[in-house]
């Protein structure tokens, strides 16, 4: 009798032992699970409910499918003609970072003729046709710069209660370690414009993010790109391809 319940009481604490081991594992990508919470910002059950747009093509300004072989311009959906876009603000770009670290924002161009820096997709999972489509998981990478930086949420910034975007993404490796890199663009409802959407499906065991890429404005003016909750409006985007970039 003892030794039956002492195998029981064994397995009971070896079974225990693993469950913690197993929750230990589990990466959280963030400062604390509670900082996520009351920044309102995951939403995953709402996003997961639209993911049946994810079977039609992201498409550019000219209604053709936008493909992980091409350059792009990512720029504000609120366009006036080729020249000058309303709301001041001009295509994705760059800035030197709030902290010093060599990691630079994510922001609008502050000139409202300037395209930005181009932009090409990566998929997380393998196409054959190149061909990027709504709620895939993405990397956003600097194409023309040195090192071709992509974009990434940034740690949380307790002094301005933001996640901003960087350009601290790394190339490939799909999964936890590169939770903070991916990014899917989503429907608006308007004709070729599109919400970026951080909610990424690389990893499933993960804590992350899920929501919208608003704007946060600094002191100074210029639009920074940031994972903003529900309550706060998402930046909608037009994408131009490069080769001939005309916002018709």
Same mark, same amino acid.
Request: glycine share 8%; charged share 15%; with cysteine.
């Given at each position: 009798?003892? !030794?039956?319940?002492?195998?029981?009481?064994?397995?009971?604490? +070896?079974?225990?032992?693993?469950?913690?081991?197993?929750?230990?594992?589990?990466?959280?990508?963030?400062? &604390?699970? &509670?900082?996520?919470?009351?920044?309102?910002?995951?939403?995953?059950?709402? =996003?997961?409910?639209? *993911?049946?747009?994810?079977?039609?093509?992201?498409?550019?300004?000219? %209604?053709?499918?936008?493909?992980?072989?091409?350059?792009?311009? $990512?720029?504000?959906?609120n366009t006036k003609?080729? $020249?000058?876009? &309303?709301?001041? =603000?001009? %295509?994705? !770009?760059?800035?030197?970072?709030?902290?010093?670290?060599? /990691?630079?924002?994510?922001?609008?161009?502050?000139?409202?003729?300037? =395209?930005?820096?181009?932009?090409?997709? @990566?998929? #997380?999972? =393998?196409?054959?046709?190149?061909?990027?489509?709504?709620?895939?998981?993405l990397k956003f990478?600097? !194409?023309?710069?040195?090192?071709?930086?992509?974009?990434?949420?940034?740690?949380?910034? *307790? @002094?301005?209660?933001?996640?901003?975007?960087?350009?601290?993404? $790394?190339?490939?490796?799909?999964? %936890?370690?590169?939770? +903070?890199?991916?990014? *899917?663009?989503?429907?608006?409802?308007?004709?070729?414009?599109?919400?970026?959407?951080?909610?990424?499906? $690389?990893? &499933?065991?993960?804590?992350?993010?899920?929501?919208?890429?608003?704007?946060?404005?600094? #002191?100074?003016? /210029?639009?920074? /790109?940031?994972?903003?909750?529900?309550?706060?409006?998402?930046?909608?985007? *037009?994408?131009?391809?490069a080769a001939a970039?005309?916002?018709?």
């Amino acid at each position: 009798m003892k !030794s039956s319940s002492l195998a029981a009481t064994t397995t009971a604490l +070896l079974s225990f032992s693993f469950t913690l081991l197993a929750l230990a594992t589990i990466p959280v990508i963030a400062n &604390s699970q &509670s900082q996520i919470e009351n920044n309102a910002v995951p939403n995953c059950n709402a =996003y997961i409910a639209t *993911k049946g747009s994810s079977e039609k093509p992201v498409t550019d300004i000219n %209604g053709n499918a936008v493909k992980t072989s091409m350059d792009y311009y $990512v720029i504000p959906a609120n366009t006036k003609g080729d $020249v000058g876009r &309303s709301g001041g =603000y001009g %295509g994705i !770009s760059l800035i030197t970072g709030r902290h010093g670290n060599g /990691l630079m924002d994510v922001i609008l161009h502050p000139n409202i003729s300037n =395209y930005g820096i181009k932009i090409r997709f @990566s998929q #997380a999972v =393998y196409s054959s046709d190149n061909i990027v489509m709504q709620w895939s998981d993405l990397k956003f990478i600097f !194409s023309a710069l040195p090192g071709k930086p992509s974009w990434s949420v940034d740690n949380y910034d *307790k @002094s301005l209660t933001q996640w901003f975007i960087t350009d601290g993404g $790394v190339e490939g490796n799909p999964g %936890g370690l590169t939770l +903070l890199d991916w990014f *899917k663009f989503e429907s608006d409802g308007g004709r070729n414009t599109y919400r970026i959407i951080h909610c990424p499906f $690389v990893c &499933s065991t993960c804590g992350t993010l899920c929501n919208h890429i608003g704007l946060s404005p600094d #002191a100074v003016c /210029l639009q920074h /790109l940031a994972v903003l909750p529900n309550n706060l409006p998402a930046l909608s985007v *037009k994408i131009v391809p490069a080769a001939a970039p005309c916002v018709c």
